[in-house]
Nanobody, 124 residues
Framework: QVRLVESGGGLVQAGGSLRLSCATS????????MGWFRQAPGKQREFVAT??????TGYASSVKGRFTITRDNANNAYLQMNNLKPEDTALYYC???????????????????WGQGTQVTVSS
């Protein structure tokens, strides 16, 4: 059974940093596309970042240059978030997709497994 558990969210001032973690079980992250998505109140869930099975990464334009997605051999995925802005406030979700597509997997519907989310709040 696949399980994804996010952690690392919290309250931070604008300009600060947070590192989100996604602990997985039941899968090998090196064989999946791992993604981070977020959903703010009243808005649709949106793509943030992804790392493919081959290590290729992709980012939403709103976070490029500030956020970095990584993974490790212990089947964890991470999202390092620097220079946070109030508009980054949202519930952040980790997701896994059973795909070996060569390009970054950005579509919400392409992901098969989801965590419960971790809240990130950025104050101005």
């Amino acid at each position: 059974q696949v399980r994804l558990v996010e952690s690392g969210g919290g309250l931070v001032q604008a300009g600060g940093s947070l590192r989100l973690s996604c602990a997985t079980s039941g899968l090998t992250v090196g064989s999946y596309a791992m993604g981070w998505f977020r959903q703010a109140p009243g808005k649709q869930r949106e793509f943030v970042a992804t790392i493919n099975w081959n290590g290729g990464t992709g980012y939403a334009s709103s976070v490029k240059g500030r956020f970095t997605i990584t993974r490790d051999n212990a089947n964890n995925a991470y999202l390092q978030m620097n220079n946070l802005k109030p508009e980054d406030t949202a519930l952040y979700y980790c997701a896994a997709a059973r795909t070996r597509a060569p390009l970054p997997t950005t579509a919400t519907g392409a992901y098969d497994y989801w965590g419960q989310g971790t809240q990130v709040t950025v104050s101005s």
